[in-house]
């Protein structure tokens, strides 16, 4: 290694060795051949549950189950991503709302709130449809009864991140059993192993229960089942669970299969619908043919060594950290009763990344609200994608923790939006583009429905196309941002030309019929209201969504005269405004809050997940910012799990590194079940991805320009290590720290970019070569 020197155009505050390495390692995983991931990534338990909130999950993308881990009566809850009733609903807009837009707009410049508000729900919103009309479900429940359990002993359940592997095992009357359960992304099935030291010893009966409807065949070692699914109103299904075994013998009893004195059993569960137009049943054939002669430890290889490619690239550890000794729920609890835990923080933070390679991977739908996971045929908020945040907040992470293929979901669901978003745009706004509001579901819902306090609100399309162009921010891939991002977010903001109008007071173009998220205000009259004209958060979406289209037209060096427009629109929008008591306006006026203590931080868009706000560049908005948050934390707010994610997210970007840590802290306390899932009440994933996003800005931001080393580090992670972070402009990071302080930082340069790297008050520009290594020593 060769100590080179390195002339920067910023001043160093301190002396720094710049060790420069050339090292052509470009997108492939920085794991080296001969580095190990030492540190036990478990959640385990020395008890099964009777919950499915507290069973381990398993997924490939789209086949997943949550295991109770129950050793005398086994419940395998199956999940396959496309279950889902309901369909394309060309009809779901309310005809002739687009005549009733402009009187409601002069409602509201009145201040006549609830007059409009009242016109908003007769002409504009739709009625939310039946509960399980378009709903996702659960595939259905596999039970696996096993007889003579009756003396368990040493039982324990755990899930192993670092191989995708879940695993059950327990003694009884001196013979040790192991249950062993994956989803394989590259053999398209969930593989399940029964196994004990002694010979004959497997005994099971096993069936399936989904409801009336479905069609079970119980035949030659197999189960299958298939349906279509809400009354005729959705997919149609089929599943088959084969069992293979060791030695014993097989029959069929009372409608089960019963294995007896078997050496092991090999379980291969497949399960497709019609939902892309394939035939379920052949699919599912494919998939177990080609798997039929392949050996248990090469599906077991197989499914390793692809979760691997992904979970390894990035690995964290923090200070005083005192590795797997304890059961998750014991360590839990004891958070809980006011201990912290730095090993349960890292256990927390990759479990996020696993359950996003389990519930997105390329070819899949995004993860719902629940991932991939959903018990019963009436989930919670039927597991839909909400996007006025909640999705929004599943992939904030996917980048910057080198997952950009578990991003791709997402990145196409948005541009699928358009079909039925474009129908939306025209009969409800007269507008042209595409808009969504702030439901939608596998069918690409985009209607406005529901109360006015959720569903009037016309910004869900826009705020998903920021993924759009972050995903090109990390890339730099061209060819993605002419042929599929950049078209999509000139639809969406094609939209916004059209739709937003003059305020007559101000001048100022503004957007409504529109909300703040889910939040209300006082009238003069004291009524509580939700319609306004121009909330904050509409003008800070638009104003991204608007320079990101202006940015990108530049790059690919087209559409001027589209751009123009923009520039001009953007001219004419409000500024953002601090009130009376300092803190960042909400709406663009001065409104009584009727909730100050609400869940929804909406306005604070401008801080994260935009750029807009900054100590840097905007230092009064930044502490009115600071102002906002206290305000709203002191009311009761955070009391929701991905509101106390987002809450991380916002302290990282004000660079509050023990703020965020308390609520890191009031996540793991309040807002986590035993086995880590996160709940809102009640579970929501959104959390479990939100707080990865908001652990690693505390360790490198690249929002603002510049690789930001440590901006927001807690004294609690006083020494620790994270390697193979992702920066914008395609930077690796690697760096360790102690005893506060930055100590080594190894940045590859995937793209070639001019790297701006920040560490405390010193900042260093270097032009990098695509494939450099560069390291640093503090």
């Given at each position: 290694?060769?100590?080179?020197?390195?002339?920067?155009?910023?001043?160093?505050?301190?002396?720094?060795?710049?060790?420069?390495?050339?090292?052509?390692?470009?997108?492939?995983?920085?794991?080296?051949?001969?580095?190990?991931?030492?540190?036990?990534?478990?959640?385990?338990?020395?008890?099964?549950?009777?919950?499915?909130?507290?069973?381990?999950?398993?997924?490939?993308?789209?086949?997943?189950?949550?295991?109770?881990?129950?050793?005398?009566?086994?419940?395998?809850?199956l999940n396959e991503e496309t279950i889902w009733t309901g369909g394309k609903d060309y009809n779901r807009d309310k005809e002739d709302a687009g005549k009733h837009i402009a009187t409601i707009q002069k409602l509201l410049f009145e201040e006549k709130y609830m007059e409009a508000e009242a016109?908003?729900?007769?002409?504009?919103?739709?009625?939310?449809?039946?509960?399980?009309?378009?709903?996702?479900?659960?595939?259905?429940?596999?039970?696996?009864?096993?007889?003579?359990?009756?003396?368990?002993?040493?039982?324990?359940?755990?899930?192993?991140?670092n191989t995708s592997i879940a695993t059950t095992h327990f003694e009884n009357k001196g013979v040790t059993y192991t249950r062993t359960y994956f989803s394989s992304f590259p053999d398209k099935a969930m593989v399940y192993k029964y196994s004990a030291d002694k010979e004959g010893k497997i005994?099971?009966?096993?069936?399936?229960?989904?409801?009336?409807?479905?069609?079970?065949?119980?035949?030659?070692?197999?189960?299958?089942?298939?349906?279509?699914?809400?009354?005729?109103?959705?997919?149609?299904?089929?599943?088959?669970?084969?069992?293979?075994?060791?030695?014993?013998?097989?029959?069929?009893?009372?409608?089960?299969?019963?294995?007896?004195?078997?050496?092991?059993?090999?379980?291969?569960?497949?399960?497709?619908?019609?939902?892309?137009?394939?035939?379920?049943?052949?699919?599912?054939?494919?998939?177990?043919?080609?798997?039929?002669?392949?050996?248990?430890?090469k599906l077991l290889k197989n499914h390793i060594k692809d979760y691997q490619s992904l979970f390894h690239r990035l690995s964290f550890q923090i200070s005083d950290s005192t590795g797997a000794d304890l059961p998750t729920d014991v360590r839990l609890k004891n958070v809980k009763d006011g201990?912290?835990?730095?090993?349960?923080?890292?256990?927390?933070?990759?479990?996020?990344?696993?359950?996003?390679?389990?519930?997105?991977?390329?070819?899949?739908?995004?993860?719902?609200?629940?991932?991939?996971?959903?018990?019963?045929?009436?989930?919670?908020?039927?597991?839909?994608?909400?996007?006025?945040?909640?999705?929004?907040?599943?992939?904030?992470?996917?980048?910057?923790?080198?997952?950009?293929?578990?991003?791709?979901?997402?990145?196409?669901?948005?541009?699928?939006?358009?079909?039925?978003?474009?129908?939306?745009?025209?009969?409800?706004?007269?507008?042209?583009?595409?808009?969504?509001?702030?439901?939608?579901?596998?069918?690409?819902?985009?209607?406005?429905?529901?109360?006015?306090?959720?569903?009037?609100?016309?910004?869900?399309?826009?705020?998903?196309?920021?993924?759009?162009?972050?995903?090109?921010?990390?890339?730099?891939?061209?060819?993605?941002?002419?042929?599929?991002?950049?078209?999509?977010?000139?639809?969406?903001?094609?939209?916004?030309?059209?739709?937003?109008?003059?305020?007559?007071?101000?001048?100022?173009?503004?957007?409504?019929?529109?909300?703040?998220?889910?939040?209300?205000?006082?009238?003069?009259?004291?009524?509580?209201?939700?319609?306004?004209?121009?909330?904050?958060?509409?003008?800070?979406?638009?104003?991204?969504?608007?320079?990101?289209?202006?940015?990108?037209?530049?790059?690919?060096?087209?559409?001027?005269?589209?751009?123009?427009?923009?520039?001009?629109?953007?001219?004419?929008?409000?500024?953002?405004?601090?009130?009376?008591?300092?803190?960042?306006?909400?709406?663009?006026?001065?409104?009584?809050?009727?909730?100050?203590?609400?869940?929804?931080?909406?306005?604070?868009?401008?801080?994260?997940?935009?750029?807009?706000?900054?100590?840097?560049?905007?230092?009064?908005?930044?502490?009115?910012?600071?102002?906002?948050?206290?305000?709203?934390?002191?009311?009761?707010?955070?009391?929701?799990?991905?509101?106390?994610?987002?809450?991380?997210?916002?302290?990282?970007?004000?660079?509050?590194?023990?703020?965020?840590?308390?609520?890191?802290?009031?996540?793991?306390?309040?807002?986590?079940?035993?086995?880590?899932?996160?709940?809102?009440?009640?579970?929501?994933?959104?959390?479990?991805?939100?707080?990865?996003?908001?652990?690693?800005?505390?360790?490198?931001?690249?929002?603002?320009?510049?690789?930001?080393?440590?901006?927001?580090?807690?004294?609690?992670?006083?020494?620790?290590?994270?390697?193979?972070?992702?920066?914008?402009?395609?930077?690796?990071?690697?760096?360790?720290?102690?005893?506060?302080?930055?100590?080594?930082?190894?940045?590859?340069?995937?793209?070639?970019?001019?790297?701006?790297?920040?560490?405390?008050?010193?900042?260093?520009?270097?032009?990098?070569?695509?494939?450099?290594?560069?390291?640093?020593?503090?």
């Amino acid at each position: 290694m060769k100590t080179q020197s390195i002339i920067t155009k910023s001043k160093l505050i301190k002396k720094v060795t710049c060790l420069l390495i050339v090292a052509f390692n470009f997108f492939g995983c920085n794991q080296k051949e001969e580095e190990k991931i030492e540190t036990p990534l478990k959640i385990w338990f020395e008890q099964p549950t009777k919950k499915w909130n507290q069973g381990l999950p398993i997924g490939n993308g789209n086949l997943g189950a949550m295991i109770y881990g129950t050793a005398a009566k086994e419940i395998i809850c199956l999940n396959e991503e496309t279950i889902w009733t309901g369909g394309k609903d060309y009809n779901r807009d309310k005809e002739d709302a687009g005549k009733h837009i402009a009187t409601i707009q002069k409602l509201l410049f009145e201040e006549k709130y609830m007059e409009a508000e009242a016109m908003v729900q007769d002409k504009i919103l739709a009625d939310r449809l039946p509960t399980g009309k378009a709903t996702y479900q659960m595939l259905g429940n596999l039970f696996i009864e096993s007889p003579d359990l009756d003396s368990i002993v040493n039982y324990t359940r755990e899930l192993d991140l670092n191989t995708s592997i879940a695993t059950t095992h327990f003694e009884n009357k001196g013979v040790t059993y192991t249950r062993t359960y994956f989803s394989s992304f590259p053999d398209k099935a969930m593989v399940y192993k029964y196994s004990a030291d002694k010979e004959g010893k497997i005994n099971l009966a096993s069936w399936v229960k989904r409801n009336e409807q479905t069609k079970i065949l119980v035949l030659d070692n197999k189960i299958e089942f298939s349906e279509h699914v809400g009354d005729g109103h959705g997919v149609s299904f089929h599943a088959i669970i084969q069992f293979e075994t060791k030695g014993g013998t097989s029959e069929i009893k009372d409608g089960k299969l019963v294995i007896s004195n078997a050496d092991e059993v090999l379980i291969k569960v497949v399960a497709n619908s019609d939902y892309r137009g394939l035939i379920p049943e052949d699919e599912n054939k494919r998939a177990l043919s080609n798997i039929a002669e392949m050996p248990y430890q090469k599906l077991l290889k197989n499914h390793i060594k692809d979760y691997q490619s992904l979970f390894h690239r990035l690995s964290f550890q923090i200070s005083d950290s005192t590795g797997a000794d304890l059961p998750t729920d014991v360590r839990l609890k004891n958070v809980k009763d006011g201990d912290a835990d730095n090993y349960l923080t890292q256990l927390q933070y990759q479990f996020g990344r696993y359950l996003l390679i389990s519930s997105s991977r390329p070819g899949n739908l995004p993860a719902n609200l629940q991932g991939i996971w959903a018990d019963g045929f009436t989930p919670p908020w039927n597991s839909d994608y909400h996007i006025n945040i909640n999705i929004q907040m599943n992939y904030w992470m996917a980048e910057m923790t080198n997952l950009a293929e578990c991003h791709e979901p997402f990145l196409t669901y948005v541009g699928d939006l358009r079909e039925m978003g474009r129908i939306t745009a025209k009969k409800v706004y007269n507008s042209r583009g595409f808009v969504a509001h702030h439901t939608s579901d596998a069918w690409h819902a985009t209607a406005a429905f529901g109360k006015a306090r959720h569903g009037m609100w016309p910004m869900g399309a826009a705020w998903a196309c920021q993924h759009l162009y972050t995903h090109y921010e990390y890339t730099e891939d061209k060819d993605y941002l002419r042929e599929e991002a950049y078209p999509i977010m000139k639809e969406a903001a094609l939209f916004f030309v059209d739709f937003m109008v003059k305020d007559p007071k101000t001048g100022f173009l503004v957007t409504g019929p529109s909300v703040s998220p889910e939040n209300n205000f006082l009238t003069k009259e004291g009524e509580k209201a939700t319609l306004n004209m121009g909330p904050t958060m509409d003008r800070e979406i638009i104003f991204e969504l608007f320079n990101n289209c202006i940015a990108a037209a530049d790059i690919l060096n087209i559409d001027q005269d589209f751009s123009a427009i923009l520039k001009s629109k953007l001219e004419q929008m409000p500024p953002l405004k601090i009130g009376s008591d300092g803190r960042l306006l909400e709406w663009v006026e001065e409104l009584k809050e009727a909730e100050p203590g609400h869940r929804h931080i909406s306005h604070l868009y401008a801080l994260h997940p935009s750029n807009q706000i900054s100590k840097s560049k905007t230092p009064e908005l930044f502490e009115a910012a600071k102002k906002t948050i206290e305000g709203r934390l002191s009311k009761g707010g955070g009391h929701t799990g991905w509101s106390r994610a987002w809450i991380i997210n916002f302290y990282a970007r004000l660079l509050e590194g023990e703020k965020a840590y308390e609520n890191i802290l009031a996540l793991q306390r309040k807002s986590t079940l035993p086995n880590l899932l996160d709940v809102h009440p009640p579970f929501q994933i959104d959390g479990n991805f939100g707080v990865v996003s908001g652990i690693t800005e505390m360790l490198m931001q690249s929002h603002n320009g510049e690789v930001h080393l440590l901006p927001a580090l807690p004294i609690a992670w006083a020494s620790g290590n994270i390697k193979g972070i992702i920066a914008k402009k395609g930077f690796e990071i690697d760096m360790t720290w102690e005893a506060g302080k930055l100590k080594n930082v190894i940045v590859t340069s995937k793209l070639g970019n001019t790297l701006m790297l920040r560490y405390e008050d010193e900042v260093k520009e270097i032009e990098t070569k695509k494939g450099e290594r560069l390291e640093f020593n503090y």
